[in-house]
């Protein structure tokens, strides 16, 4: 069966620190990965995007890994602050051409002062 | 422009009770969906739309329904309300195909519904 699956375990760092969660996937061929970031009681809010044809994107502290052949996407947050302290969700197109994402079910960070 | 918006923002209902959710969006998108998030489940889609007139069955379809007679609006209809709706529900956006690319989705800020 499909599976997308992000670390149930909340990840602890400290500030300045890179962050680094990880998004692994089974069956499925997608063609693209998304991250999301979503504060308690909000709704997700959309941070980058990566294609299937690509290894890496960047956004200012924000860096995306995609590894189709691991199938596994890595997020990276560097120089770290307690303001990215959130959850962030991996999501995937589901296949068969209507590009509406489906979602893992996200990892908390925390980040210390 | 206000994005997505959703209504009510919360909501109470009794076992039986039917009630619609109501979505809109002003950023003229092709794709509209909705979601639902439980603790520990993640966020699942119960229903989507590609455009006007067109609408289709997420992973848990069941006990809802959707129509979506206008590019802005997408109302989440609940039938008849059991305790197992009580979740969080998100509508979401995004420009699609139409927008140049894939895009990511723009959410609402949810409906907080119990059903006692």
């Known amino acids: 069966s499909q599976k997308i699956e992000q670390n149930s375990e909340a990840l602890n760092i400290q500030e300045g620190k890179t962050a680094t969660l990880t998004c692994n996937y089974t069956?499925?061929?997608?063609?693209?990965l998304q991250w999301y970031r979503q504060d308690p009681g909000r709704g997700p809010v959309f941070l980058l995007l990566i294609r299937e044809n690509e290894k890496e994107k960047r956004k200012e502290r924000l860096k995306v890994t995609f590894d189709t052949t691991l199938k596994q996407s890595l997020f990276h947050i560097t120089a770290s602050q307690p303001a990215d302290s959130a959850t962030y969700l991996c999501?995937?197109?589901?296949?068969?051409?209507?590009?509406?994402?489906?979602f893992g079910r996200g990892t908390s960070l925390i980040v210390h002062p | 422009n206000a994005g997505v918006t959703q209504t009510p923002k919360f909501q109470v209902l009794k076992t039986g009770q039917s009630m619609t959710l109501q979505c809109a969006q002003d950023m003229n998108h092709e794709y509209m969906s909705w979601y639902r998030q439980d603790p520990g489940m993640g966020l699942r889609l119960i229903h989507y739309?590609?455009?006007?007139?067109?609408?289709d069955q997420g992973e848990v379809p069941n006990g809802y329904n959707v129509s979506r007679s206008t590019t802005e609006d997408f109302p989440l209809r609940l039938l008849s309300a059991a305790p197992s709706q009580t979740s969080v529900y998100f509508c979401?956006?995004?420009?699609?195909?139409?927008?140049?690319?894939?895009?990511?989705?723009?959410f609402g800020p949810g409906t907080r519904l119990t059903v006692t």
């Open positions: 979401a956006s995004s420009p699609g195909l139409a927008g140049g690319g894939i895009l990511g989705q723009y």
């Open positions: 739309s590609v455009g006007a007139g067109i609408t």
């Open positions: 999501a995937l197109d589901a296949s068969g051409g209507s590009y509406i994402p489906t």
């Open positions: 069956n499925y061929s997608p063609a693209y």
